[in-house]
């Protein structure tokens, strides 16, 4: 479970994050993150996306747990005031957790490398 202070749940920010963030995709997962703070709260917030399209009910839940649980061990590595959205698509239903794992982290070097240069 993500901490409250770290979870991103306006749709408001959730728009802005990804309208104005930077964005990197993979098979398996969309990662946008923005550096520009989307409140004065100061800590880096987390939001995930699981549509329909990735499964039924149970396929859902099960992709947004594990992401939940990805993210939260990535809290770290992330700039202080960020806000960070992860949008699964279909094939992360089938996908293990060490491949999500890895596309998550290859998506946010790519992320991260754009927004400190």
Not at 53 to 81: C, F, I, K, M, Y
Not at 107 to 114: A, G, N, P
């Amino acid at each position: 479970m993500l901490p409250a202070a770290h979870r991103l749940t306006d749709a408001r920010a959730f728009r802005a994050v990804i309208r104005g963030g930077s964005r990197a995709g993979s098979r398996t997962l969309v990662v946008h993150l923005d550096p520009v703070p989307t409140d004065a709260s100061g800590v880096a917030r987390v939001g995930l996306v699981v549509s329909r399209a990735v499964g039924n009910a149970v396929t859902r839940n099960r992709v947004q747990r594990r992401l939940r649980h990805l993210a939260r061990e990535r809290l770290d590595g992330l700039p202080g005031s960020c806000a960070l959205v992860i949008r699964a698509l279909p094939p992360a239903s089938a996908a293990s957790s060490a491949e999500l794992a890895s596309d998550l982290d290859r998506c946010l070097q790519r992320v991260l490398r754009e927004v400190t240069s």
